[in-house]
């Protein structure tokens, strides 16, 4: 199977690091990256993108799971670009979980994290920021483990690769994601009351001890 125009360009119009680092890889592995990426990516845009369009997002998550639910009841995949969905970013994704054994509870997951940035702004315990990053980053690093055809023992550290790199998104994301009425990261034990910029800017010496610390996590 080639890549198609539409994973290609969902992919790269989404990110630029991934999508450049990913074509280093082998042929058929870079196939099926781009196939999960084109996937995550579209999820995400639904509710990333302003405004936010939640009943695109809710019947994307529909067609996926009827798509998966004909591919576990037939025990077949569809191959065709225009498959049991009719998407065929969903249907080639749904032909990745078959060929390479994902789990369903991991795009559930997934699915469950993107929702959660229909409604959720702030997160204020650790628990919940990562409850949150295990669907929107972990499980990315259990997908690629099954992709590169990694042994189980690897999935760990996959998870944690997947877990450092989301952290780092939110560090660096302060100000975007402070524009959008988000707070990924919980102000517990800080004295600090926001993370907006003109706050900020009035408790720089408090915020650095804050920065600090979520590095250290």
């Known amino acids: 199977m080639k890549i198609e125009e539409v994973h290609y360009q969902t992919f790269k119009s989404g990110s630029k690091t991934y999508f450049n680092s990913s074509r280093f890889f ?32 809710y019947r994307f998550c529909d067609s996926y799971r009827r798509a998966l639910e004909w591919a576990e009841h037939t025990k077949q995949a569809d191959n065709s670009a225009s498959g049991p969905s009719g998407d065929p970013i969903i249907d080639r ?79 660096r994301d302060i100000d975007e994601d402070s524009g959008l009425g988000r707070r990924y990261l919980p102000l517990t034990d800080t004295a600090l009351s926001s993370l907006e910029y003109e706050y900020v800017k009035q408790h720089i010496a408090e915020f650095r001890r804050f920065h600090t610390a979520q590095i250290g996590l």
Do not use: C
């Open 93 to 171: 994704f749904v032909e990745l979980h078959w060929r390479r054994g994902f789990d369903p509870a991991w795009t559930e997951a997934f699915l469950g994290s993107m929702e959660k940035d229909l409604f959720k702004k702030e997160y204020n315990s650790l628990q919940e920021t990562l409850d949150y990053i295990y669907g929107s980053a972990e499980v990315i690093g259990l997908y690629m483990s099954k992709i590169l055809k990694l042994p189980p023992e690897a999935q760990h550290a996959a998870r944690m690769l997947g877990r450092a790199m989301q952290s780092i998104n939110f560090i």
């Open 26 to 57: 082998p042929a058929d592995v870079r196939r099926d990256v781009f196939y999960l990426y084109a996937f995550v990516r579209k999820a995400d845009n639904f509710v990333d993108e302003l405004p936010q369009d939640p009943d695109g997002f």
